[in-house]
């Protein structure tokens, strides 16, 4: 592995962090505190690019490597990491699985401009009753020849309000269990689709999560994704995928409120001179560094086997569940530094504690990633 960057690497770091502090910085205490979509901020990611990093240029995408996608998420991450989300489940859940599993219709149809971002995408496997526990899909696709009914809710759906196209796993077969799921391309206008009340989150505040719900809503054949039953292998192959866009972001959130440690830790005094010199808070804040650059050696290796063709996803689980647990820890120790005032929102690093703890949860609770990795260990 080479551990240089290229010189388009270099540009893109720069792009996302010069896009984050000048246009995410600025209103982000505010968007939090009003659960507020970053409409504005999402059409100027959508001009740079962001939205369709690892597209092929020939469906409008920049055909970016999953190295380029891992700088910009931690960039972004650092600022606004409701922002990184709509970006994260735009590239690696829903344009990555259109264009490694769609046909070249869908991909005509839906992937080039989802991929430019002139719509955004959804990606709804959640349930009421599904969620850690994948194969128990209670919304169902019925086969009515022509075309699949759908019928039943969705939960915790990243980009649900604002969203116009969206990857639904449904079951078609109940007696064949998991290989009877289907993945199903469903538009926002389609009759009998509704989205649910936006969630009030204790973090990620600017992301619109919902419920969606299904009456009898009418799925062209030729919106399924793959072969009959191919649906629960989709979301499986395309979830290793997208964990390493949340361990991307979980790293941006941990470095973003080290980076907010350090320089207060230097402007604030206690007993005459700046906290940093107190070995309380000196080793402190380097036992948060050492975590991090753990963590980002597992982040891009994982994205690194992925650029190689080679298989990642026991990489993509380790990586996501050591830096989902580095930012919560790294975050809780920037509030304790920060002292009171990281108990306010003006300093920042109470919303990224907040929005790190999402981080453990969502693409695959921290308790689910160790699964992954130890049947990878009994399998080896």
């Known amino acids: 592995m080479n551990f240089d960057y290229t010189e388009e690497h270099l540009m893109i770091k720069k792009a996302a962090k010069d896009f984050a502090r000048n246009e ?3 209103g982000v205490i505010e968007r939090d505190t009003k659960s507020e979509f970053p409409a504005e901020q999402v059409k100027k990611m959508a001009e740079l ?19 380029s996608y891992v700088l910009a998420m931690e960039e972004i991450s650092k600022i606004d990491s ?10 690696s859940l829903v344009c990555w699985g259109l264009e ?24 709804a496997l959640s349930e009421p009753e599904a969620g850690s526990d994948a194969t128990s899909q209670r919304t169902t696709a019925i086969d009515k020849g022509d075309h699949y009914l759908l ?7 990243t980009n649900g309000k604002n969203a116009s196209v969206y990857l639904v796993m449904a079951q078609s077969d109940v007696e064949k269990r998991h290989k009877g799921i289907n993945a199903l391309i469903v538009e926002k206008d389609m009759p009998g689709f509704q989205t649910g009340p936006k969630e009030d989150k204790m973090g990620m505040r600017g992301s619109d999560t919902c419920s969606l719900m299904f009456t009898d809503v009418k799925v062209p054949k030729e919106n399924r994704i793959g072969d009959e039953g191919f649906g629960f292998k989709f979301a499986m192959e395309t979830l290793n995928g997208g964990r390493i866009g949340i361990a991307a972001q979980a790293l941006g959130i941990a470095q973003g409120a080290l980076e907010l440690a350090v320089n207060y830790a230097q402007e604030r005094k206690a007993f005459g001179k700046p906290i940093i010199e107190h070995q309380g808070i ?8 050492a975590a991090i650059e753990g963590a980002r050696l597992l982040v891009y290796k994982a994205a690194w086997l992925k650029d190689e063709g080679k298989s990642f996803a026991h990489a993509s689980a380790i990586a996501k569940l050591v830096a989902s647990e580095t ?8 509030v304790q530094v920060h002292g009171g005032y990281g108990y306010v929102k003006e300093y920042h690093v109470e919303r990224l504690m907040r929005d790190a703890k999402l981080t453990q949860i969502y693409e695959g609770t921290s308790e689910i990633q160790k699964l992954v990795i130890s049947r990878g260990l009994i399998k080896a």
Do not use: C
């Open 100 to 123: 490694k599993f769609g046909t070249e219709e869908q991909k005509q149809k839906y992937l080039k401009p989802l991929a430019r971002g002139e719509i955004i995408g959804a990606f």
């Open 49 to 67: 690019g962001f939205l369709g990093m690892m597209v092929d240029p020939k469906y409008d995408g920049t055909g970016m490597d999953a190295i």
């Open 151 to 157: 019928n039943g809710t969705k939960n915790w759906i």
């Open 327 to 334: 930012a919560m820890h790294v975050t809780t120790e920037a």
């Open 82 to 91: 409701s922002a990184s989300v709509i970006m994260s489940v735009n590239n």
């Open 282 to 289: 000196s080793f402190k804040l380097a036992e948060m560094e």
């Open 24 to 26: 995410l910085l600025p």
